[in-house]
């Protein structure tokens, strides 16, 4: 069968499949296999296996098929929209030809992606818009400029249309409504929108937000070169069979207006009668492809939407858009006057999907569009059918019925029911059906029935028994001659057509009235809703009211019985307490010290006679009546202070609720009991161990051990070596009293020594991450309480609420940041440990046979680097910290120092360039850190003109604060004036020098020189603010930019010289103050030797100070060179990367111990980069990202530790990371200087273990 489209269809037919996301369903749709060479054209669809209405496998023809693997540039190539579009633009001296696309599918089978796109790629009307506008670029008609050139296209306008420029049109619906040029009044615009108030009512849709891929700049097509043109559009839609102007709608500000918006006729008019048009529509004539894409968006905005069961956002309506092109012969010197405008119209339609109200489960309103939709197409695929019939030869009527509904009319009357068209070529028409070969077959098949340029049915239809009646009853009918005996002559048949067409007619006129009076019957339904929802609402805010009285009262009665509850319950726990007091006297009065003799080796005091004295006061029997009675009173006292805190600390705990207010007094009884032992224990003099008996018992001769909690806590507070220290500085210069109540360092040792090696190390790392812990907490909260009372000091109202909600959610987050950091450099501890050991075990010989059985295991597990890369698994614990700005810098900059200290160690080891000693050349003289600057310096300042809240602020108000020349300051002698301007800030200048980019650098036209031009850009919204700068500017200056940059000087060069005298000293003086603060850190240097001191700190803020002025002055400069010297629609975003670039090459001038600071910038411009990217779609944020690269930076940092520890430059890092990996804090290059016979040895030791 021949697939190609017969010479007299009215579309070429194209099949795109839909990628479907459900993987459980059966496919019903398979497309045929071709030749290697060939495209594949027909497909096969077979109804479900569980079908039991037993229908035919049917085979379908279409133009070509596209598989789900096609994209947008692919279907527009290939589906014959260029070819369109080139009919459209016309032949050289010709006129050119109407074009028709279409889509149509199922709903949710891809329709509007296909012709509009998405988030994220640009449909075919982006995509011809894009290419109309590129190759029409040079000879476009500028309606804001030639006004005469706009009154012709008016006058050429056959529609009866209002005519628009787009900057007006834009002024109106964003900014207030601008004026309009018509032909003539048409009932459709009684209630005109120019009397609607001129405020702001929307936001305007941003082009740079919008999809720019696939791209079309390498795609050309054939245009008239002498002939201009004009590019006029317009936008309407078929709603339950009526058609309605998006873009009036759109510039209508009352509601009501836009609810009662009337539809409009479809007719011949004056300057039309053999043709008809959609009368009285507002079209826009656009001059660039932003304009174009801006009146797309806005009546897309407008357009018919509502979810249901089958597509989240169904297009209820047909939406046409029309790029109207106007050609006519370009004027020449000799004849001033161009011919006339010839027109030509490409028609882009988004027709509605078919749906079932089962499947949609639509209701209501939404029911009744649905049915208008489905009996729309149910028209279309007749007349398609019909039409393919005819232009196959098949017998039957030549009549096409398209006047059924305004669709078919829109699509047919003015190819089939016009009678010439003159020397016009015919219109050439593509219809992209889509189909979702996972979706629903009963509606898939329907269109493709009627759609497919032909149609074989392979197997052969079960006859139903409703076949055989109609067949049985068709031939009754029947006479004996085989003929019908009704009319059947041509002029019969013609007279019952226009009867029936007549009866249409009446219908339809009736079906108009009904539906006006069901718009009526609505709009009381709706006000009637609304008064109910107002109804309610009171209801509500009465209940709230009531409920929040109730729960006040209840809030004051619950609190008073709390109080009164309270204080019973204090009462009782008094009289408990005093009762537990009487116990504990009657248990003390029977208690005696016992001294243990063997404890005098260890704790002897240096004077003989006091310990004489001593252990005659304190043994058995050597004790008298009166030093018992004093030891008893002392012990008495202290137990009497230990229950006064006792009790002070239950209370406490009873307000927060703490579990011990819920146990017994026998509970309570006993921790007392253990606290005046462990008192007594810890208060002997000398201190001895003392041994408790009662008073009827015996002595015990063994040695009390101190309580396991006490041990516990003391091993976990602080080691026997600080102990030992603090014994030393501390506690040996107090009082004597106090020194005799503390045990000596030897003793200390022995009650907090470990059962084993690996004991101590784990509580060393407990107790070194619960040392982090507070360090951590309280250095952050005391730093937010220091940024707090600056904030508070120079805060708005506006700030302090903005505070308020991120103090609500950043609720713990030191908490939470101090947990981190202790996890962090605990389990780096213990992992470090156990891979360290579990190494060990596996080289040992007895290992042997498990080395043999799992060898990648083994050498996984026995490399040099295992326990390095198993500790940074320590990382996953930045997790527990708040996801927020903190984190990913943290996760930055140890990414930044891990890449830095891997690069010193490819460099030390000759990786990257051997040095001289090694036979090479050594590192080339100018290379450095300093060349991150810029990428980084251009990546910045990109995102600080067009992405500013991905741009850390202080960098910019420092930028901002030292541009003196190029950031103008407002006057002390400035007014308002009568226009009510205020000065402009400085971050509106930049937005100004933004808005000037997207409009491809304008040139400046002085409003001195020419007051009335109307070549003076627009004042949008970025533009208007500053125009206190630009308006009096000085008239020689030739650019925009530069009349924003220096509105007072038209020379650069002089600026940039200007600029150069003034930002210097004041950045000199900052960095003398910054350089000279870290300069006293370095005090000792300094004292030994001033002059080449002073000379080096001179040196470095020169050298800084020159590359910070070079680099902001250079990018600021750098604009008004690209604006003096390139086109201007070259690159006309990016000069700003590029301008930041040039800039950052002024840091060779401090290339010299700035390494610092150029990664930091570079940190900057990595997380800048990552939140524009994140922003602009280019990918999408990972969760906890930032805790896989923390992870990976912290095993190369390991690694390289590992490997080559002089690479992580600065002894203090490489004391942390040999103290997070549990060796204690000190330097390993240190340790390598001061025992060179030792370091040598454990690298030998290494080498064999690798």
């Known amino acids: 069968m021949d697939h190609q489209k017969p010479s007299a269809a009215l579309f070429d037919v194209f099949l795109r499949l839909r990628p479907s996301p459900a993987v459980d369903k059966e496919r019903f749709l398979d497309v045929e296999e071709t030749h290697a060479q060939q495209l594949p054209t027909h497909i096969t669809i077979k109804p479900p296996a569980d079908d039991k209405r037993k229908r035919a496998i049917e085979r379908f023809a279409f133009t070509r098929v596209f598989e789900e693997h096609a994209g947008q540039r692919e279907l527009f190539e290939r589906s014959g929209v260029l070819s369109i579009l080139e009919g459209v633009l016309g032949q050289p001296g010709r006129e050119g030809r109407d074009g028709l696309v279409a889509t149509l599918g199922v709903t949710g089978s891809g329709k509007s992606h296909t012709i509009l796109g998405s988030k994220s790629q640009r449909g075919l009307t982006q995509l011809t818009l894009d290419v109309l506008f590129q190759q029409t670029a040079n000879r476009l008609v500028d309606a804001d400029v030639s006004p005469s050139a706009f009154s012709s296209l008016c006058r050429a306008d056959v529609s009866e249309g209002h005519l628009l ?15 309009s040029h018509s032909r003539a009044a048409t009932p459709a615009m009684e209630s005109s929108f120019l009397s609607a108030p001129s405020t702001s009512r929307r936001n305007m849709p941003r082009v740079s937000a919008l999809p720019s891929y696939p791209s079309v700049d390498d795609v050309d097509i054939a245009i008239d070169r002498d002939a201009e043109y004009a590019v006029v559009v317009s936008m309407y839609e078929v709603h339950n069979d009526r058609i309605f102007d998006l873009l009036t709608s759109a510039s209508s500000s009352n509601k009501q207006q836009q609810a009662k918006r009337r539809a409009l006729l479809f007719k011949s008019t004056e300057m039309s009668p053999d043709r008809k048009v959609v009368a009285g529509l507002k079209k826009i004539v656009c001059s660039t492809l932003e304009e174009a894409l801006l009146v797309l968006e806005t009546g897309l905005t407008e357009r018919r939407v509502a979810g249901t069961g089958s597509n989240a956002a169904s297009s209820r309506s047909h939406g046409f858009f029309n790029i109207e092109v106007k050609k006519r012969v370009r004027s020449t010197r000799g004849l001033p006057i161009s011919g006339p405008w010839t027109s030509s119209t490409l028609t882009v339609v988004d027709l509605a999907g ?18 208008k939709i489905n009996e729309s197409l149910m028209y279309l695929g007749q007349c398609m059918q019909m039409q393919a019939d005819h232009a196959q030869g098949v017998s039957g009527t030549s009549l096409v019925p398209f006047r059924q509904c305004k669709l078919t009319e829109l699509l047919f009357s003015n190819t089939l029911g016009a009678s010439g068209r003159g020397l016009k070529q015919p219109q050439k028409a593509v219809m992209i059906v889509t189909a979702d070969p996972l979706g629903d077959f009963n509606a898939t098949s329907q269109i493709l029935r009627y759609s497919a340029l032909a149609r074989e049915v392979t197997v052969p239809r079960v006859p139903s028994v409703t076949s055989q009646i109609l067949s049985s009853t068709t031939t009754a009918k029947h006479g004996a001659g085989g003929y019908f005996s009704g009319r059947s002559t041509p002029s019969a048949a013609q007279e019952e057509l226009e009867q029936a067409l007549a009866t249409i007619a009446q219908l339809r006129s009736e079906l108009e009235i009904s539906q006006l009076l069901l718009q009526e019957e609505t709009h009381r339904r709706q006000e009637a809703e609304a008064s109910w929802k107002v109804a309610e609402t009171k209801i509500d805010e009465v209940e709230a009211e009531v409920r929040e009285e109730v729960w006040n009262e209840f809030e004051s009665k619950l609190a008073q019985e709390q109080r009164r509850w309270r204080a019973a319950r204090d009462a009782e726990l008094d009289a408990q307490d005093q009762h537990m007091d009487r116990k504990l006297e009657l248990l003390t009065q029977g208690m005696t010290i016992y001294e243990d003799e063997t404890a005098d080796k260890e704790n002897a005091w240096s004077a003989g006679n006091d310990e004489v004295h001593d252990v005659s006061s304190f043994a058995p029997g050597g004790m008298g009546h009166g030093a018992k009675v004093q030891r008893l009173t002392e012990v008495e006292q202290e137990n009497m202070m230990l229950r006064e805190r006792l009790a002070n600390a239950e209370r406490e705990r009873e307000v927060q609720r703490s579990p011990i207010i819920g146990l017994s007094s026998a509970s309570r009884y ?88 690996g004991g101590d190390y784990n509580v060393s790392a407990v107790r070194a991450a619960f040392r982090v812990f507070v360090a951590s907490y309280v250095g952050l909260q005391s730093w937010e309480l220091v940024v707090k009372k600056l904030a508070s000091r120079r805060s708005t109202a506006t700030q302090q609420v903005t505070a308020k909600v991120e103090d609500v959610s950043q609720k713990h ?65 930045l997790g527990v910290a708040p ?11 140890l990414f930044t120092r891990s890449l830095e200290f891997g690069y010193n160690a490819l460099e030390e080891s000759g990786s990257l360039w051997k040095s001289e000693a090694q036979g090479g050349k050594g590192k080339p003289w100018w290379f450095g850190s300093w060349m991150i600057m810029p990428l980084a310096c251009g990546q910045l300042l990109h995102a600080f003109v067009f992405d500013r809240e991905c741009f850390p602020e202080a960098y910019g108000r420092f930028i901002l604060g030292r541009s003196p020349e190029y950031i103008q300051l407002r006057p002390s002698t400035y007014t308002a004036g009568a226009e009510g301007k205020p000065w402009p800030g ?18 400046f036209v002085s409003p001195i020189l020419f007051p009335k031009s109307k070549d003076i850009i627009p004042a949008t919204s970025g533009l208007g603010k500053v125009s206190p700068i630009t308006a009096p500017a000085h008239p020689g200056i030739k650019n925009t930019s530069c009349a924003l940059l220096h509105p007072h000087d038209p020379s650069c060069a002089r600026t940039y010289l200007k600029y150069w005298l003034k930002a210097f000293p004041s950045v000199a003086k900052f960095f003398a103050m ?88 570079a940190r900057l411009s990595i997380d800048s980069a990552y939140k524009v990217g994140k922003k602009r779609g280019w990918w999408r944020g990972l969760r906890n990202g930032d805790v896989m690269v923390f992870v990976a930076s912290l095993a190369l940092l390991n690694v390289v530790y590992e490997a080559r520890s002089s690479a992580v430059r600065g002894p203090m890092i490489r004391k942390a990371v040999s103290s997070v990996r549990g060796d204690g804090w000190i330097d390993k290059e240190a340790t390598k200087e001061s025992d060179p016979q030792g370091a040598k040895e454990v690298e030998e030791e290494e080498k064999k273990d690798m």
């Not at 078919?354 to 049915?371: D, F, I, M, P, Q």
Request: glycine content about 8%; aromatic content about 12%; proline content about 7%.
């Open 165 to 179: 420029p787009a900057a007006n049109f834009m002024d109106s619906i964003y900014y207030g409504d601008g004026p």
């Open 354 to 371: 078919s749906e079932r109200a089962r499947t949609a489960k639509t209701a209501g309103a939404t029911l009744a569009e649905a049915g």
């Open 670 to 757: 006993s921790i007392v009991v253990v606290a005046v032992a462990v008192a007594a224990a810890m208060s002997s003099p000398s201190g001895r161990t003392p041994s408790v008996s009662s008073s009827s018992g015996t002595p015990s001769n063994g040695k009390r051990p101190l309580d396991p909690l006490t041990r516990t806590a003391l091993r976990y507070t602080i080691s026997p070596r600080e102990y030992e220290l603090l014994h030393e500085y501390l506690i040996s210069r107090a009082p004597q009293r106090v020194q005799k109540r503390t045990p000596k360092p030897t003793r200390y040792e022995k009650i907090t020594r470990g059962d084993s090696e």
């Open 813 to 877: 987050s030191n908490a939470r940041y101090a947990s981190s950091f202790a996890l962090m450099l605990l389990f780096h501890r213990l992992l470090h440990r156990f891979f360290q050991r579990l190494r060990a075990s596996l080289l040992e010989e007895g290992a042997g046979p498990f080395r043999r059985r799992n060898p990648r295991t083994s050498q996984l597990l026995t490399g040099r680097y295992a326990p390095a890369v198993g500790a940074s698994l320590a990382g996953c614990f």
């Open 883 to 893: 996801s927020d700005q903190m984190r990913v810098t943290i996760a930055i900059y």
């Open 986 to 1003: 400085t971050f509106d200048i930049v937005d100004g020098l933004a808005e000037l980019s997207k409009l491809r650098w304008p040139p």
């Open 1074 to 1161: 910054i350089y000279g603060a870290f300069a006293l850190l370095a005090y000792k240097s300094l004292l030994k030797s001033p002059l080449p001191f002073v000379n080096r700190l001179s040196e470095r803020i020169l050298r800084m100070s020159v590359f910070i002025t070079g680099a902001i002055g250079t990018s600021w400069g750098s604009i008004c060179l690209f604006s003096n010297y390139l086109p201007r629609s070259t690159l006309p975003t990016q000069r700003w990367f590029l301008g930041g670039f040039l800039g950052g090459f002024w840091a060779f001038a401090a290339r010299y111990h700035e390494r610092s600071n150029f990664l930091y910038s």
